[in-house]
């Protein structure tokens, strides 16, 4: 018989502390998981720790495709429906970074263990937490590792599984270690941005008003800050890293702005990335020095109502569990998942600090009501009941 | 003598890739009805004892019950050690609350050997708590071929220490002690010791029948007089050893290091004076031996090293007469 949503609200305690029993095999994952260094575009290994732990556990359909995304299907009961539970593998930490984890009685420490090390072992852990509770669902489950997700990754892996997934999805849950309470279930509208001065060879530097690359982007940069945004729907522009020249005295040659714009309002990224190609090809115009523009990634905003049947299970269950719902948009897997009609949401799992430094932290504790909120969901959209009407 | 350890090294060294079938292991075991028990002993672990103990726990008693039991021996903590490994569930003990009667000594082989007493497995498994990059690897490559091969009784850990080589060739060597002082005593009076890549590694697993039969000094001398010990009564056939890759831990002072040194020394001493060698020495051998590894391939390299000795320059004739000196003659 079908659980009424106030049935699965009231299992929600009683799943909390019955899941201390898998703490070590969770936080083990989380901790083997964590050690092994992926950063974007190097996920090899991890993938492989990761469908190994699906074949022990019996799973179905495992494979790792072109992207090199890990997947493996947990099958239903009557299998009419498809629920994708996604985590992504890639980490910002390269490759020489100690990834060793430290664990104390209430904390672990290292490099991505929160992002995303602890939302990886939850998706291998799932099928021994289901079987432990005594859950099975009447949907499939598809477990996926998506790969390429950060920075240039640009949701690589993700963006391939979509293209080229053949099942039907009723819904997806994106799962991140940190910060519990999380509740995304829009797609920011967001542009990553370069632009690149260079100085051609024959350029006169002894002429009046003649000046180097940095100087120019200076004056790009300055030109952009006067863009006028609007506060609501937020807007933002972060200019994330510049490098340019090589000493105090030399002419700079060249110079390079990495920026990202993120906005909530629809429209404002195309309109935006209109306006800063127009204040390049001037300055470029005015300056003689080569100026390039290129978007390294773009997505566009969207996503599902506050009252969306997903949206309002899952503020219910975090009401269940004390935890006070943060609501902010996604710029990761949760905007391909929406761009594409997939009602989705995406969800933290425990308390954290100090995330993408080498101290990031996670605290134990709350994993379990994270765990517990994740299983209610999965029994909600199971159930139908996060269907829309 | 070559062959005999080059033999040895084929069929005793193993590679813990080899053992990847955690499972196999687990069946294997139960077959032959074996109970196995894990000891870590600990002395202000606490940065690294959480995570041994949930590896541990999780990979080789839940997902595979490989360890029956296993405990924290502790000796006398001062930071949250043994708080932290019962939080992850552990049996914790004070040595000095094992077998009280016999009193408490302080020291790391204490710890090991009243293991022998509180643990009930046939077989014990020794790690350090002191190890970063702590795996299942570290008890399923030392346990394996004790479990797969009733002749083994006694199965050490090495590892490769990372150090540039841009060939395929690589030296395996042991720790700073082990190639100063370990390798070139066993050369000279235990040379199919040799063999072992590194004897003082704080990983080994051991037959319950070896261990009650041994003593056990409380310091540095431990891993030696084990090795020593077993290799007397059981021969080098007894003997196995496992490439466990790296051991991430934190490194000695070359201070500390003299210190373990003069603790080995002794041992190593008392082991000749109880073996009546001091006054009939063997003939000195002036081969020494090291490894190298290509692949998991060990073979033994052998440098012959003759320690010549001159006279004193007054007994050639020629000098006395250049210099025009005679030789005094001592009374």
């Known amino acids: 018989m079908a659980m009424t949503f106030e049935s699965i609200l009231a299992s929600i305690h009683p799943n909390r502390e019955a899941l201390s029993s898998v703490r070590e095999l969770l936080l083990a994952n989380a901790m083997m998981i964590g050690e092994i260094p992926a950063p974007t575009g190097h996920e090899a290994e991890r993938i492989t720790f990761i469908t190994n732990r699906f074949t022990e556990d019996g799973l179905q359909n495992i494979s790792i495709d072109e992207a090199g995304n890990g997947m493996a299907i947990l099958p239903g009961k009557s299998p009419q429906k498809n629920i994708l539970v996604c985590a992504h593998v890639d980490t910002v930490f390269h490759q020489s970074v100690d990834h060793a984890m430290s664990v104390t009685g209430t904390t672990i420490m290292g490099p991505g263990i929160g992002d995303n090390s602890l939302g990886l072992a939850s998706l291998v852990t799932l099928p021994e937490i289901l079987k432990r509770l005594g859950i099975r669902f009447d949907s499939n489950i598809i477990l996926l590792g998506c790969t390429r997700s950060l920075g240039r990754g640009d949701l690589g892996g993700i963006r391939f599984f979509l293209d080229n997934n053949k099942l039907p999805l009723q819904a997806g849950i994106s799962v991140e270690g940190i910060q519990l309470g999380r509740l995304s279930y829009t797609g920011i509208g967001m542009l990553r941005g370069e632009i690149s001065v260079s100085m051609p060879s024959a350029y006169d530097w002894a002429r009046f008003g003649a000046s180097g690359s940095v100087a120019i982007l200076t004056k790009v940069i300055q030109r952009i800050m006067e863009i006028p945004i609007s506060s609501q729907p937020p807007t933002q522009i972060i200019f994330g890293s510049i490098n340019g020249g090589t000493s105090f005295g030399t002419r700079p040659t060249s110079a390079n702005l990495r920026f990202e714009i993120r906005s909530e309002k629809e429209g404002m990224i195309t309109e935006l990335k209109e306006r800063i190609i127009d204040i390049t090809e001037e300055t470029e115009n005015l300056s003689e020095a080569e100026i390039e523009f290129s978007v390294v990634a773009e997505r566009q905003t969207g996503g599902l109502g506050y009252g969306h049947p997903i949206v309002r299970s899952m503020r219910k269950i975090l009401e269940t569990l004390e935890v006070k719902p943060r609501v902010e948009p996604s710029v990761g897997e949760l905007s391909q998942l929406i761009e594409r009609g997939i009602p989705s949401i995406t969800l933290g799992l425990t308390r954290g600090e100090n995330k993408n430094e080498f101290n990031e932290s996670i605290d134990i504790r709350p994993i379990f009501g994270g765990l517990a909120q994740l299983i209610a969901l999965l029994q909600s959209i199971d159930g139908g009941l996060c269907d829309e009407q | ?331």
């Open chain 2, 1 to 331: 003598m070559s062959s005999k350890i080059d033999k040895w090294l084929e069929t005793n060294t193993f590679h813990h890739g080899e053992f990847w079938d955690i499972l196999k292991l687990v069946e294997e075991k139960e077959k032959k009805g074996l109970k196995i028990s894990l000891c870590i002993p600990t002395l202000n672990e606490e940065k690294t004892i959480g995570k041994e103990i949930v590896i541990f726990k999780s990979e080789l008693m839940e997902r595979y019950p490989l360890i029956d039991e296993f405990a924290v021996i502790d000796s006398g903590s001062e930071d949250k050690t043994l708080q932290v490994a019962a939080s992850f569930g552990a049996d914790t003990y004070l040595a000095a609350d094992i077998l009280p009667e016999v009193g408490d000594k302080r020291g790391k082989g204490e710890n090991l050997w009243k293991a022998i007493y509180q643990l009930k497995g046939d077989i014990i498994i020794y790690v350090d708590a002191d190890i970063k990059n702590i795996h299942p690897r570290f008890v399923t490559g030392i346990v394996a071929p004790l479990i797969n091969n009733d002749t083994i009784k006694y199965c050490k850990a090495f590892y490769d220490r990372p150090m540039a080589y841009s060939t395929g060739i690589r030296s395996s060597g042991g720790g700073r002690v082990t190639e100063i002082l370990i390798r070139p005593l066993f050369s000279l009076f235990f040379p199919e010791l040799t063999s072992l890549i590194q004897p003082l590694s704080g990983e080994f697993a051991v037959r319950r029948e070896v261990l009650e039969k041994i003593p056990f000094p409380i310091g540095y001398g431990v891993e030696t007089a084990h090795i020593l010990d077993v290799y007397r009564e059981w021969g080098l056939e007894a003997f196995a050893q496992c490439d466990l890759d790296q051991r991430i831990h934190r490194n000695q002072s070359t201070n500390a290091l003299g210190k373990m040194s003069f603790g080995i020394l002794q041992t190593f001493l008392n082991r000749l004076k109880s073996y009546g060698m001091v006054d009939k020495l063997p003939e000195m051998a002036t081969i020494y031996r090291q490894f190298q590894a290509e692949g998991n391939r060990y073979e033994q390299l052998t440098r012959e090293i003759v320690e010549y000795e001159r006279p004193p320059m007054i007994t050639i004739p020629a000098y006395r007469e250049k210099f025009g000196r005679s030789e005094t003659k001592k009374d």
